[in-house]
């Protein structure tokens, strides 16, 4: 079983829609990380949590440490949001050694 | 200020060969750390360097291998090639406080 597993592996919604990635996690962990990957590779980080709630713009995410589960809800989705989510965990204190889980391909259409 | 820099961008190699790539991480950040990415493996980390010396490893052989030079910029090699090292491989810097990932594009490695 992965240290990290992360629901749907895919998903697609219609522009607008309210959308809502889930991760689990079965190791101790300092903090969780949401990332976000495009075709073409390069990996934006959105979120690190190490408890609670975060908001940017249109993306929350939340964490619940006793249940070691990790939300990522998407607000009036885009066609940009399109992209790869990757939840990752670290447990060295720093962002420096990061577990991935497999990620969740979106597709937000017109 | 300028990103987390990988070259080169794409690289294709013979089975049997050696490769090195490079990454330059963001101004003052003195950690870099190394991550491979393959369809059927995901993220994995390779391991990762600070002031010079390696702090972490992940479970790859030893025919990976880096080294931190004191500008921060980092190498990663691997010697011998093999089909199965094809893959993108991606650093990150971390600034000290360590809270937050800084990507580069990645190296795409195509081994033929």
């Known amino acids: 079983k992965n240290e990290v597993e992360q629901s749907p592996q895919n998903l697609t919604a219609q522009e607008g829609e309210f959308i809502t990635i889930n991760c689990s996690y079965s190791?101790?962990?300092?903090?969780l990380h949401w990332l976000q990957q495009h075709p073409g590779g390069g990996i934006v980080s959105l979120f690190m949590?190490?408890?609670g709630k975060k908001k940017h713009g249109r993306l929350i995410a939340t964490i619940n440490i006793q249940e070691k589960h990790s939300s990522l809800h998407i607000t009036a989705s885009h066609p940009r949001d399109s992209a790869v989510y990757i939840c990752?965990?670290?447990?060295?204190?720093?962002?420096?050694?990061?577990?991935f889980g497999t990620g969740t391909r979106l597709q937000v259409t017109l | 200020k300028a990103g987390v820099t990988q070259t080169p961008r794409y690289l294709i190699k013979t089975r049997g060969q050696q490769v090195t790539l490079s990454c330059s991480p963001i101004?003052?950040?003195?950690?870099v750390s190394w991550y491979q990415q393959t369809p059927g493996q995901g993220l994995q980390f390779l391991f990762e360097?600070?002031?010079?010396?390696?702090?972490n490893k992940g479970n790859f052989p030893g025919r990976f291998s880096g080294r931190q030079f004191s500008n921060s910029r980092s190498e990663m090699n691997v010697s011998t090639l093999e089909l199965g090292d094809s893959a993108l491989y991606l650093c990150?810097?971390?600034?000290?406080?360590?809270?937050?990932?800084?990507f580069g594009q990645g190296t795409r490695l195509t081994v033929v």
């Open positions: 990752a965990v670290s447990n060295t204190g720093t962002a420096s050694k990061l577990t």
């Open positions: 190791v101790g962990i300092s903090a």
């Open positions: 949590l190490s408890s």
């Open positions: 101004s003052g950040h003195r950690s």
């Open positions: 360097y600070f002031s010079e010396t390696q702090r």
């Open positions: 990150a810097s971390v600034p000290g406080g360590g809270t937050e990932a800084f």
